[in-house]
């Protein structure tokens, strides 16, 4: 009988579920709304019962379950510390009540750390031994892989990449810092790059496509593939920013590859073209021939990461 385990990609806005062989391979899969309830108690008990149904409707019998979720996670205690996309959730431990309901063990991970053992088994990433993930969407995030373990660090934070300083006296972050990479180079910050150029009056183009609209980084991509040379300098410039930060990464890990997934992907070679210059010009020495390989898991890099996570659990 085919191993499989259950994998839960929880965020904001969706939940979503599936069966995974340890192939890689979905073989059922649940899309639902996060629960909005008022309480974290409340959304606990609804999110099992979600998974239990999975379960149920599957008809399979997985031998273990992980939640992957954005925010700091504790791994090791199966605890949300913070999560940013569900506000009630801080230090409380999810994998006990999930882990009794269902009679399997649980575990919880971190989304993008979880997306970069996920490229590791069974996308990008395969065939190596040491991987550097970053996430380059809303916000930025990380993931790494040595000597084919997730590495989680002392207190289970390690891969947060988008805060790493590239600028001191850059814009203030989320986190409190000034010019951390997230603040320079993400969906929020490229919005505002374009708002800013909007309040200049720079961008025709970018007006144009707003259409009285706040601006975003799609919008921003947008007006830069329209030929607008302002919006494609922003895009280069927070290119040229992330293969800084992405070489120093590569200077101080050497990772077999480099994986990268995340929205701002469609950004293009407007992006990734200065992001490879820039690293390749940090790297030093052997760890210049390091590769860039975007993601080969798309959306569902959240489920088979998950999915990779428990299957290194019951492999240890």
């Known amino acids: 009988m085919t191993r499989t385990v259950l994998a839960a990609d929880f965020g ?30 409340a959304i606990i008990a609804q999110v099992i019962e979600l998974l239990a149904g999975t379960v149920a409707a599957s008809g399979a019998q997985p031998a ?52 970069a ?11 190596t031994r040491h991987l550097l993930h970053a996430t380059v969407g809303t916000g930025i995030g990380g993931g790494i892989v040595i000597d084919r373990r997730l590495y989680r660090g002392a207190k289970g934070l390690a891969g947060e990449i988008g805060h790493i300083i590239v600028d001191p006296a850059g814009p203030r972050c989320n986190c409190g810092s000034r ?14 790059r374009a708002r800013l150029i909007l ?43 992330l293969g800084l930060a992405l070489g120093s990464l590569v200077n101080v890990l050497n990772p077999d590859c480099v994986t990268l997934s995340g929205g701002l992907l469609s950004m293009g070679e407007m992006l990734l073209g200065p992001a490879r210059e820039a690293m390749y010009s ?22 088979l990461g998950a999915a990779a996570v428990a299957f290194e659990h019951l492999d240890t």
């Open 12 to 41: 904001g806005t969706n939940l979503r579920a599936a069966i995974v062989s340890a192939e890689g391979h979905i073989l059922h899969r649940d899309d639902h709304l996060t629960p909005a309830e008022s309480t974290p108690q």
């Open 64 to 115: 273990a379950a992980c939640i992957a979720t954005a925010g700091l996670i504790n791994a090791e205690e199966g605890k949300v510390i913070i999560a940013p996309n569900i506000p009630g959730f801080r230090n409380l431990v999810l994998t006990t009540p999930v882990g009794e309901r269902l009679g399997i063990p649980a575990y919880i991970e971190n989304d993008a750390s979880a997306a």
């Open 117 to 127: 053992l996920g490229e590791f088994r069974f996308g990008a990433g395969r065939g």
């Open 179 to 192: 010019g951390c990479l997230e603040a320079m180079v993400s969906g929020v910050a490229f919005a505002e």
């Open 199 to 241: 309040q200049q009056g720079k961008s025709a183009i970018l007006k144009e496509i707003a259409a009285g609209e706040p601006p975003t980084a799609v919008h921003l991509s947008a007006a830069a593939a329209r030929g607008d040379t302002v919006c494609e300098a922003e895009i280069r410039h927070g290119g040229h920013i």
């Open 282 to 303: 940090l790297a030093y020495g052997p760890a210049a021939g390091t590769l860039i390989h975007l993601s080969e898991l798309g959306d569902d890099a959240g489920l």
